[in-house]
């Protein structure tokens, strides 16, 4: 399995073959390889990356002090953000290896995760959709919930009724996104439709598990 870290930038529209594509433009990589992990020592062979370098003054005030020892047992500069990957063979990587956007072809198929957009506490309509009561001037009931009471038995609210709540900031996975484009040059990867978060939001991509 292929993959790597990215920033989202926003999105645009790409004009291929007489088509055009509505695309999320992402700044991929570059990220370094910091550790190896085997079978033998786990559950499956996996590689560590970590991603957005960081200078020696700058890793000492937001990283750890065992992550910046493991930066420098490691022999690679320290990086803010650290992301593991399984891979078929864990012999075609090496601690200090770069991975950047050339690492997807055009055409090939990805899975995208990232942390929806946070929208804070929303009421049952905003967050699940619900059509709400009458808007005449006679209805009481415009975007309220609703009844959630039961009867004597059970005497309570089931759990994972839908009620207003947190709304958004969960992570989320949008699969067998198309890569359009890629600019290795620029360290570009143009995906087609869209992908969770903000713009400037971290996303991993990987290559499409079907």
């Given at each position: 399995m292929k993959g790597i870290l990215g920033r989202k930038l926003?999105?645009?529209?790409?004009?291929?073959?007489?088509?055009?594509?509505?695309?999320?433009?992402?700044?991929?990589?570059?990220?370094?390889?910091?550790?190896?992990?085997?079978?033998?020592?786990?559950?499956?062979?996996?590689?560590?990356?970590?991603?957005?370098?960081?200078?020696?003054?700058?890793?000492?005030?937001?990283l750890t002090k065992p992550l910046v020892k493991k930066f420098e047992a490691a022999k690679v500069k320290p990086h803010r953000i650290l992301k593991e990957f399984k891979v078929g063979n864990i012999n075609d990587f090496n601690v200090g290896d770069i991975i950047e956007a050339?690492?997807?072809?055009?055409g090939e198929k990805v899975d995208?995760?990232?942390?929806?957009?946070?929208?804070?506490?929303?009421g049952a309509m905003k967050r699940w959709n619900f059509r709400g009561g009458e808007a005449s001037h006679g209805s009481k009931f415009h975007r309220e919930l609703?009844?959630?009471?039961?009867?004597?038995?059970?005497?309570?609210?089931?759990?994972?009724?839908?009620?207003?709540?947190?709304?958004?900031?969960?992570?989320?996975?949008?699969?067998?996104?198309?890569v359009v484009k890629v600019d290795a040059e620029n360290g570009l990867l143009a995906?087609?439709?869209?992908?969770?978060?903000?713009?400037?939001?971290?996303?991993?991509?990987?290559?499409a598990n079907r």
């Open positions: 926003g999105m645009t529209t790409i004009y291929k073959d007489g088509k055009a594509f509505g695309v999320t433009v992402v700044k991929a990589g570059p990220c370094t390889v910091v550790q190896k992990k085997t079978s033998d020592g786990g559950e499956y062979d996996a590689i560590q990356v970590g991603f957005e370098e960081l200078t020696p003054e700058r890793a000492k005030k937001v050339r690492v997807f072809s055009e995208v995760t990232g942390f929806s957009k946070g929208r804070g506490f929303s609703g009844s959630v009471g039961n009867h004597t038995e059970p005497a309570k609210i089931w759990k994972g009724k839908k009620m207003p709540g947190q709304y958004g900031n969960e992570k989320k996975t949008v699969k067998n996104l198309t995906i087609y439709g869209a992908v969770p978060g903000a713009r400037g939001g971290l996303l991993v991509i990987k290559s």
